[in-house]
């Protein structure tokens, strides 16, 4: 597994220069913090992507048989309230929340909060700066995050009531009524 490495810029970042510096390292990934820092991640390992992928196709699938919104990959920057950008593993906007000129913007952020986030623990990931990442997601508006935590073999459930409910391997999770009907055994990403 490739460590995760974080790298923070002495001054804030704006959005066309993360975007121009994603452009030009295709083989990164980064994020900016609230306070515009950068952080840097290198590509994911083998079960880690694996898993990623796993949870786009199993959310897509769904969203899409049901024609609820749309879904975004790992690469996907969403600019939050706080100024962050965040690329969550996989993502589902609704398509009431979509705006409508969304697909013109492809050198761009989107500038809302997804309505689902999942994120997926990898083995070089620090737990608690994931559940901080969490709480951010559900601080700046998205309605219902899993943080898929493969090392505990367990999910953490993030609501925008406040609420987290941790699971066991053997849990059916629930797209509640975020995502309606879409339920996927924890099993399945761990």
Not at 140 to 168: E, F, H, K
Request: aromatic content about 8%.
């Amino acid at each position: 597994m490739v460590e995760k490495v974080k790298k923070q810029s002495r001054q804030a970042i704006a959005d066309e220069e993360l975007m121009l510096i994603s452009s030009k390292n295709p083989e990164l990934r980064f994020e900016r913090n609230a306070d515009g820092t950068l952080v840097t991640m290198p590509p994911t390992g083998a079960i880690s992507g694996n898993r990623e992928l796993k949870a786009g196709h199993y959310l897509l699938t769904w969203v899409e048989s049901h024609d609820l919104g749309e879904v975004f990959g790992p690469s996907t920057g969403f600019k939050l309230a706080n100024n962050a950008v965040r690329a969550p593993d996989a993502a589902f906007v609704s398509k009431e929340r979509l705006p409508a000129d969304w697909e013109d913007r492809e050198d761009g952020f989107l500038d809302l909060a997804p309505d689902f986030v999942i994120e997926i623990r990898s083995k070089s990931d620090s737990l608690e700066e994931l559940k901080a990442k969490m709480e951010e997601y559900r601080a700046n508006g998205v309605c219902l995050g899993w943080l898929i935590d493969r090392q505990n073999q367990q999910a953490l459930v993030y609501r925008i009531d406040g609420s987290m409910t941790q699971y066991p391997a053997t849990a059916i999770l629930s797209g509640e009524d975020v995502v309606p009907g879409f339920t996927l055994p924890l099993k399945s990403l761990l």
